[in-house]
């Protein structure tokens, strides 16, 4: 009896502290059983197909934590809870180095007296950048009028119609049925003209042929048609999904908005504005458009289209 007395003590002292209350071993560290565990990072834009040059932002809900992540195949970590011993440091929903090859992202995140998160991994391809492409020097617009588009390259396949037919704004769009489209696919607009100050430009993608269901980004400050910079959804209703008026918008901007999945991007620029998920339409072309105020003159649209299948 006084040996197993003796065994029993010994083994309560590897689960008990000093001050009474339990401990556990995690690999060589002790730690105690109440200590919180990071949340696992989540990425953004999801996993799948995304242009090269993107970045992948990289977010934990545990406030201050630190992203550790690799780009390599390996599995990051952080030794000392706060710090990263193996991957990049980044400050949590910082982004990636820009991805211009298919890999795995893989991400922790770590914080002093937390427990390290769990990995959490996304794995991306690279799509075509410049599926098809086409240049426009005139897109009249005349208070909803039918569009009046001339394509500099010569390029068939074009379908348009009058549309953004909202209480605030008319216009017109313009969807390319030529080729083989997939539900990931993106749309970008270099607009290098617009004539009349209370115009837009906008890019699209799955709009349907009904020019009806749809996404678009439109390129605007809020004064002018009435939609400002952001991200609509269904040309009848224009339900805004993403506001991003906040940027401002000017002529010779680059606009761009993709989706892979449920997950829309939108860009100015090259600079990120914001991703979003909906799920309302799985289907359509991408496309550009243009829209005035009701009582805007008729506007001109100048620009170059690049748009494909991620």
């Known amino acids: 009896m006084k040996r197993l007395t003796v065994i029993f003590a010994t083994l309560l002292l590897l689960v008990m ?13 002790t730690v105690s059983a109440g200590t ?13 197909g995304i242009t090269s040059g993107t970045t992948i932002a990289i977010t934990s809900a545990t406030l201050g934590a630190t992203i550790c992540y690799t780009l390599d195949g390996s599995t990051p970590t952080a030794t ?16 990636t180095s820009a991805i211009t090859s298919a890999l795995t992202v893989e991400a922790i995140a770590t914080k002093a007296s937390y427990i390290n998160s769990s990995v959490g991994s996304a794995a991306y391809t690279i799509g075509s950048t410049s599926n098809y492409s086409d240049n426009f020097t005139t897109c009249n617009v005349t208070n909803g009028i039918n569009t009046n588009w001339t394509s500099t390259t010569g390029v068939s396949g074009w379908n348009c119609s009058g549309g953004l037919v909202g209480a605030q704004v008319v216009g017109s769009l313009a ?7 997939t539900a990931n696919q993106y749309s970008q607009l270099t607009c290098t003209a617009l004539v009349d100050s209370t115009q837009d430009c906008v890019v699209m993608v799955r709009m349907s042929s009904s020019f009806t269901g749809g996404y678009f980004l439109s390129d605007d400050d809020p004064d002018q048609a009435g939609m400002g910079i952001g991200l609509y959804r269904n040309v009848v209703t224009l339900t805004q999904i993403a506001n991003y008026s906040s940027y401002g918008g000017s002529n010779g901007d680059v606009i761009y908005v993709q989706i892979v999945g449920t997950t829309l991007t939108s860009k100015l620029n090259g600079s990120t504005l914001g991703t979003v998920t909906d799920s309302t339409y799985a289907t359509g072309y991408a496309g550009i458009g243009a829209a005035i105020t009701d009582s805007g003159s008729a506007g001109t649209l100048e620009g170059t289209w690049l748009g494909g299948t991620l």
């Not at 502290?17 to 690999?27: A, D, K, P, T």
């Open 17 to 29: 502290g000093s001050q009474g209350q339990f401990l556990s071993v995690v690999g060589s560290k």
């Open 36 to 48: 919180p565990t990071a949340a696992t990072p989540t990425f953004s834009p999801a996993a799948g």
């Open 80 to 95: 000392t809870p706060g710090t990263c011993s193996h991957g990049t440091s980044i400050s949590n929903g910082g982004s």
């Open 175 to 181: 969807y390319y049925s030529a080729g083989t489209w």
